[in-house]
């Protein structure tokens, strides 16, 4: 299958610091990018929706101006958790799909926030 | 609709057993689904996929069963072994890039 990376895989930061995570396709474009964060022993849920070229769509209680998200090539998104706090500890999941209808995960970043 | 974080129901079988996971949809519009495996501290990986107008599908040692009447869906493992230890998710696909995501069952097999 299609293989999505993620870096980085762990990060360790202070309180109020901000954290930017990249999720990359490797052998695809990626037209569509998702972003979805996970906390221990529960399901995935999903934060937004991101184009490659045009603006994010969150989900519903996601603000937007804490999780900034850019899309900006067919291979790229990023994830920006601005002024993290500790309740901002998770771990976060990046899917990319192409023009093709499954979606492929990559493995993950664990952010701790202190 | 989406998933929420409810904690994950646990399914035990012994090794070499066969396993049934089952999953309950929420939009009878959904048209594609897919079944995911996910290790602990691993992002989830793709099994096997089902579109609406399918009842069932089968890949290697997996099954796709799916039942739109009822809005259900399972996954059979054949002769489930030690690595089929997992969390698995069902995904349903209800707009063309909305996908929503079933709680998870977590499989532990047992030696």
């Known amino acids: 299958g299609a293989v999505v990376s993620q870096h980085p895989s762990w990060v360790i930061c202070k309180s109020g610091t901000s954290v930017k995570i990249e999720c990359r396709s490797l052998?695809?474009?990626?037209?569509?990018m998702f972003w979805y964060r996970q906390f221990p022993k529960q399901s995935l849920m999903l934060m937004a929706t991101s184009n490659e070229g045009s603006k994010a769509t969150y989900e519903q209680g996601v603000e937007k101006d804490k999780f900034l998200i850019n899309h900006a090539s067919l291979t790229l998104s990023t994830l920006t958790v601005t002024s993290a706090h500790p309740e901002d500890s998770s771990f976060y999941i990046c899917?990319?799909?192409?023009?093709?209808?499954?979606?492929?995960f990559g493995p993950g970043t664990r952010l701790l926030v202190l | 609709g989406e998933s929420v974080g409810l904690h994950l129901p646990t399914l035990s079988v012994q090794e070499g057993d066969n396993s049934i996971i089952n999953c309950a949809y929420s939009?009878?519009?959904?048209?594609?689904f897919i079944w995911y495996k996910q290790e602990s501290g691993k992002g989830p990986q793709f099994i096997i996929d089902i579109r609406s107008n399918m009842d069932k599908r089968q890949g290697q040692r997996v099954t796709v069963l799916l039942n739109k009447t009822v809005k259900h869906l399972s996954l059979q493992i054949a002769a489930t072994q030690p690595g089929d230890s997992a969390v698995y998710f069902c995904?349903?696909?209800?707009?063309?890039?909305?996908?929503?995501f079933g709680t998870g069952t977590s499989l532990t097999v047992i030696p």
């Open positions: 939009n009878s519009a959904s048209d594609y």
């Open positions: 899917s990319a799909r192409s023009d093709q209808e499954t979606q492929y």
């Open positions: 995904a349903e696909r209800f707009t063309g890039n909305q996908f929503y």
């Open positions: 052998d695809f474009q990626a037209t569509t």
